[in-house]
């Protein structure tokens, strides 16, 4: 069973990282393929809590294989953070190995991606502001960074200077807002309007400093930059189990989920193969991670959400703030309707249902089984059309709730009843089996079904 992917089923943060945490006990080795550290990912062990954004989840084993793959976009700055404070922690990273074709993000693709969402006002996408969509597009268009550029003076210069060319434009109208906007700020209100314009490092956007911090970064990384496809590839040849690690989720997709409220990369299994250098015939399994309800941060449509007392219970029950941001969680009930979508989208053969202990204490459960159109039609399916989506009512099924605390769960025999009768009827409700159960943080709290 060498090629497995785990992919976020619903708006990202549905527990990845533990998921990926406890199947790599089984691996050899864990791949990142897409995203860059607008993700987070939080692994509680023995009490002590890591959060990584950029390092794949399977870092705390001394003796796999971690890789960040070619699809990934990566802050070298944060990385090396990242990289130092698990050094700091004891932990060995000499098992990390970084693409030489992944994509850098680079000061201006973080001053851009802040700028951009100001400039959309009413209409920002609430990005993390990392810079991830700006990078992305510069891949696209050919002007981008890579790891490799990072350990050749010459042509990493060369390179900023024709990736700033063309930016020049937007950076000098940055520079005169940021300059009306202090002004316009009195005193106290100028750290608001920092933060407003970006939490970016300063912006040394000078050519020569930035040549020479970025060749100062490559030196640092030099030790983990590999061929990575090539690292996967003889995993496999050898028939040992390669994890492929997916960040966000399916939609937050940026062809398949809901656009332009989306992520500027594909977190769907299917991706796996682009982002890290495999066949897709390497996939044998696909996990699907999902919440026991549903979360979103940033805009974009979002058809259960709930706003008073439930919602309520799930962001304080379910300490529903982001890891990267700290931004406050949107809360719903789970939707089955765009969860199917994602079994089919992503070829899921099991699921891993995280946070059901957060259930507990609502007298009854809904799940969306339908939506209902602005103009009353029903529909079974996620809607293509944003309109629609936008628009578009969930239809619940109501089932009975409970109230015991499920911390201490560690069967399924343990679960209460209503407790397992909700898992059966996502499970039947989208065709996919749930193998695994979280209930509580730690990584012994969990549940393994089959
Ligand atoms: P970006 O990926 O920073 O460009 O943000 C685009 C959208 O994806 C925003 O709505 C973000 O809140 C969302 N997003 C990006 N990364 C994550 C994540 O790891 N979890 C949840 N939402 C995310």
Same mark, same amino acid.
């Given at each position: 069973m060498p090629g497995l992917v785990i992919v976020g089923a619903q708006w990202g943060d549905e527990g990845k990282g533990k998921v990926t945490d406890l199947l790599a006990e089984r691996a050899d080795a864990i791949v990142r393929f897409q995203g860059g550290n607008n993700a987070g990912h939080t692994i509680v062990r023995e009490g002590e809590e890591f959060k990584f954004h950029l390092i794949p989840s399977g870092i705390l084993?001394?003796?796999k294989t971690c890789v960040i793959g070619n699809g990934v976009v990566l802050d070298p700055r944060i990385l090396l953070g990242e990289i130092d404070g698990l050094r700091r922690r004891g932990i060995d990273v000499g098992n990390l190995k970084i693409s030489a074709n992944a994509h850098l993000i680079?000061?201006?693709?973080?001053?851009?991606? %802040?700028?951009?969402?100001?400039? +959309?006002?009413? +209409?920002?996408?609430?990005?993390?502001?990392?810079?991830?969509?700006?990078?992305?597009?510069?891949?696209?268009?050919?002007l981008g960074i890579r790891v490799q550029d990072l350990l050749d003076e010459k042509i990493l210069r060369t390179k900023i200077r024709a990736a700033l060319e063309p930016k020049q434009q937007a950076l000098r109208e940055l520079s005169v807002q940021r300059r009306k906007l202090r002004?316009?700020?009195?005193?106290?209100?100028?750290? @608001?309007?920092?933060? !407003?314009l970006g939490d970016a490092p300063d912006p040394r956007l000078d050519l020569h400093t930035m040549t020479e911090e970025h060749v100062n970064y490559g030196h640092r990384l030099e030790p983990h930059i590999a061929d990575t496809a090539r690292v996967c590839w003889e995993a496999l040849d050898a028939g040992r189990t390669v994890i492929f690690e997916?960040?966000? @989720?399916?939609?937050?997709? +940026?062809?398949?989920? %809901?656009?332009?409220?989306?992520?500027?990369?594909?977190?769907?299994?299917?991706?796996? %193969?682009?982002?890290?250098?495999?066949?897709?015939?390497?996939?044998?399994?696909?996990?699907?991670?999902a919440k026991a309800y549903a979360t979103r941060v940033g805009a974009g449509p979002f058809p259960t959400e709930l706003f008073e007392e439930v919602g309520r219970h799930m962001i304080d029950k379910g300490h529903e703030y982001g890891t990267t941001t700290g931004r406050e969680r949107r809360c719903g009930w789970m939707d089955l309707v765009a969860l199917r979508y994602a079994v089919r989208l992503n070829g899921m053969t099991s699921l891993a249902i995280t946070k059901l202990d957060v259930l507990s204490g609502l007298d009854k459960l809904r799940v969306a089984v339908r939506y209902r159109?602005?103009?009353?039609?029903? +529909?079974?399916?996620f809607p293509y059309h944003?309109?629609?989506?936008?628009?578009? !009512?969930?239809?619940?099924?109501?089932?009975p709730g409970f109230d015991a605390e499920l911390g201490k769960c560690r069967s399924e025999s343990d679960l209460p009843r209503a407790a397992r009768d909700y898992l059966?009827?996502?499970?039947?409700?989208?065709?996919?089996?749930?193998?695994l159960v979280g209930v509580g943080p730690g990584r012994e709290q969990v549940v393994w079904r089959d």
């Open positions: 084993y001394p003796d680079m000061p201006y693709h973080v001053l851009l991606d %802040t700028a951009g969402e100001v400039k +959309l006002g009413k +209409l920002s996408i609430g990005t993390t502001r990392r810079g991830i969509g700006p990078c992305y597009a510069d891949k696209a268009l050919r002004k316009e700020a009195g005193e106290g209100d100028r750290e @608001a309007v920092e933060q !407003e997916g960040a966000q @989720a399916t939609l937050l997709d +940026l062809d398949h989920g %809901t656009y332009p409220f989306v992520t500027s990369s594909n977190p769907i299994a299917g991706a796996a %193969t682009v982002g890290a250098g495999i066949a897709p015939s390497d996939i044998e399994e696909v996990w699907g991670v159109s602005r103009e009353g039609a029903l +529909l079974d399916r944003q309109s629609i989506l936008h628009g578009a !009512e969930a239809e619940y099924e109501e089932l059966d009827f996502v499970a039947d409700f989208v065709g996919v089996p749930i193998r």
